[in-house]
């Protein structure tokens, strides 16, 4: 299920977008809201106290977690920087409608290694496979709506989009089968849960139209809260 469910999400977000085009951002919107507390909220009350938890406090814990900071910081700035090239397609921004007649190769790769990097403290976390999905699916549409405005011919859109859905069960397939990874998995939960930090609390925080919270949003917003609190 870990490696079905990121990849689902992902094909079912392409198909709504290919076959039945949604029109209203407003909903895509709440929807993102959603899925951006729902990830934070796994984030902080899940993945964050494991990779704490098992430290001993005698055995020099204090340099452990100044470490775990670091990397956490680590993967907040490297975000940042793959954010330069993906246009901030991670949480639902894509800029430009030019045709194309190929594959957008910077934001194509950007979002792979994206995709990639969060599956793979899947391999010890099965809950994120359900925060990673709910994030991907408005993505999904939004990124398919964005190719196809962008005139990308239907071949290689279907190329970018099953790439890009196969990415996360890949990083979670990876992590699981490398003992040489395993040797580092607190180093890389931290630094995914420093991608996450970015990506869930930019979609939460960013300015809505006039620079407010609607109701509508605030409910989507602890609607996702209550969810993983549940998880």
């Known amino acids: 299920m870990i490696y079905i469910i990121p990849f689902l999400s992902v094909v079912l977000g392409y198909i709504i977008a290919t076959f039945l085009q949604p029109k209203n951002k407003k909903n895509l919107k709440l929807l993102l809201a959603f899925s951006g507390s729902f990830l934070l909220a796994l984030t902080v009350s899940h993945l964050l ?3 704490y938890s098992g430290y001993n406090v005698s055995q020099s814990a204090e340099h452990t977690h100044n470490n775990t900071g ?13 954010e330069y090239f993906s246009q901030g397609a991670e949480h639902g921004h894509v800029h430009g409608h030019d ?8 934001l194509f790769i950007s979002l792979c290694l994206h995709a990639l990097l969060e599956g793979m403290p899947v391999s ?7 925060g990673i999905s709910i994030h991907h699916f408005p993505i999904a549409i939004i990124l398919t709506t964005f190719l196809m405005q962008s005139h990308l011919n239907k071949v290689s859109r279907l190329i970018f989009m099953i790439v890009f859905a196969l990415m996360t069960p890949l990083g979670t397939l990876i992590a ?3 003992t040489a990874l395993l040797r580092f998995q ?18 939460i925080f ?10 509508a949003k605030l409910t989507a917003i602890i609607l996702g809260i209550v969810l993983a609190y549940f998880m």
């Open 176 to 178: 699981t089968d490398s």
């Open 124 to 130: 010890q976390h099965h809950h994120l496979a359900w």
């Open 70 to 82: 670091i990397f956490i910081m680590v993967g907040i700035v490297f975000q940042i920087i793959l």
């Open 49 to 51: 106290p494991e990779i």
């Open 99 to 106: 045709k194309m007649n190929h594959i957008p190769w910077a």
């Open 186 to 203: 607190t180093e890389i939960t931290a630094f995914v849960i420093g991608i996450l930090f970015h990506i869930s609390s930019t979609i």
């Open 206 to 215: 960013e300015s809505s139209e006039g620079h407010k919270f609607n109701m």
